[in-house]
């Protein structure tokens, strides 16, 4: 493909891009400090440009192999992966007011199979997640 094919998926993905930026300096502003947070909005940034690449190549794969690449790697941070789950689905309600109709779908269809990756994930035993300590107790079986 010549290079100018993949000049306006980045030109409308820089909007995104500083839009986080902006989120960033706001929660910072306002005295969110947290680690954790932060880690999380570099997360975004560096999910919106494999989504950015599925756009581009009309194929939600990059996407998806970001998601199953990274995912081990959140595990052993012991970050929950509904947090990325929320991640993606925040991504989707984003992403309507930058890209056109026919990129939307793509970024959709790219966004969802990488929350199905870190939802198959999900429930493989030593998730991060809060679980609910009254079941806990009665599997114990006190």
Sequence with gaps: MPPGDFARPRRDWRHVRS???WTRTRLCAIGT???GLRERLHDAELLV???ALSVA?????PAREYADWTATTYRRKRVPMDDL???CRGLQAALPGVLAPGELAVADTALDEAAAVFKWYRRIAGDARKKNAF???LYKGA
């Design 33 to 35: 400090t947290r680690r």
């Design 19 to 21: 839009k986080s930026r």
């Design 135 to 137: 079941l806990q107790f």
């Design 49 to 51: 440009e494999r989504v």
């Design 85 to 87: 789950i929320s991640l």
């Design 57 to 61: 190549q009309d194929d939600p794969l």
